[in-house]
């Protein structure tokens, strides 16, 4: 493409985000609430959900657009039927890197078949190590030995390094930030720490229940001293750290003290095809009803085009009374 698509900020897409499904066989306090997503919660019919087929046709799309790299996400991508065909699908994409954003819990019966369809890399949520502390944080009995069990699992076939997310939210979970760091250091994983983001309106977010990265980094270097180094590549939203005695590094994401939406390049597309431009976007943009009208490539191409070069979303940054009540899509349908 001679001229990369950008949004009025000058901002390309290279990053697409696909939710495979709304549903999680976790209910945590981050996205999926058990008092909003309980019994009775009504998810998306099947027939409302992109098929592998459609998915596939607009990452091409995508990737004509200048999209590098596809993370398939959910709620939790594992429970959707044979999603190693979508892996395989995917992995035919030209110049376009595959990854997959999972709770782990599936990752023991997964891992094998999907490496084999030719998924590459992973990234796992875990929230802390004590049973109890990821009971109050996913509500869920899954112990966190499965979830452990998935990570071994997903190394051992060659999905590494691993990345572990945890998402850390004071008054719960930030006792186990320590833990967490000890455990995963020098096994070969990334551990990375999310700040507590103001993500939908379903939960109960508020600015002090946000524990800052930099008190994440004093928190592990008082014991295990660390070391900033430099982005793997430009627009990177982790900032890196490694441990001086050589035991491998740790990633913060400051969504909320140190915003950067300056640099964000992701789009993202929920399980039912409507396009987002910012995890906190207000509305989304009808792509399945263009696939099943009979639109063509270049019709999606001109639609997707038009999307993105009027985005001019900076939430993150001009985070205020003005925004706080803005309606915000959640978590379960457009992933992280």
């Known amino acids: 493409m001679a001229v990369p698509l950008q949004d009025t900020l000058g901002r390309p897409v290279r990053d697409l985000r696909i939710s495979v499904t709304d549903r999680c066989n976790f209910r945590c306090v981050y996205c999926m609430p058990k008092e909003i997503y309980g019994r009775g919660y009504q998810f998306l019919e099947r027939r409302q959900l992109l098929t592998f087929e459609e998915i596939e046709r607009l990452s091409r799309v995508f990737a004509s657009l200048g999209v590098e790299k596809i993370r398939l996400t959910g709620g939790e991508p594992l429970l959707r039927r044979e999603l190693e065909r979508l892996v395989e699908m995917l992995g035919g994409i030209p110049g376009v890197e595959l990854t997959l954003t999972t709770n782990g819990s599936l990752l023991p019966l997964k891992a094998r078949v999907l490496a084999d369809a030719g998924l590459r890399r992973v990234t796992v949520s875990l929230d802390s190590l004590d049973d109890q502390v990821f009971k109050a944080m996913n509500d869920v009995d899954v112990p966190v030995e499965r979830v452990l069990a998935g990570i071994e699992a997903a190394a051992a076939v060659g999905l590494s390094p691993v990345k572990v997310n945890m998402v850390v939210k004071r008054g719960v979970n930030e006792d186990s930030v320590l833990p967490m760091a000890r455990y995963f250091q020098g096994s070969g994983h990334i551990l990375r720490f999310i700040e507590y983001m103001d993500v939908g309106h379903t939960n109960g977010w508020r600015l002090d229940d946000v524990v800052s990265a930099a008190e994440i980094v004093a928190t592990i270097g008082s014991e295990l001293p660390l070391e900033p180094i ?107």
């Open 230 to 336: 430099e982005p793997n590549y430009a627009g990177e939203v982790a900032r890196r750290y490694r441990y001086r005695d050589g035991g491998g590094e740790i990633g913060v994401i400051a969504s909320v003290t140190e915003p950067f939406c300056g640099a964000c390049t992701r789009a993202r597309l929920s399980a039912e095809g409507r396009l987002y431009t910012c995890l906190f976007a207000t509305e989304g943009h009808d792509l399945r009803a263009l696939v099943r009208g009979g639109a063509s490539e270049s019709d999606l191409a001109e639609r997707i085009g038009r999307v993105w070069r009027a985005r001019g979303d900076r939430y993150s940054e001009l985070r205020s009374a003005e925004t706080a009540d803005l309606p915000k899509i959640e978590m379960s349908y457009i992933g992280g």
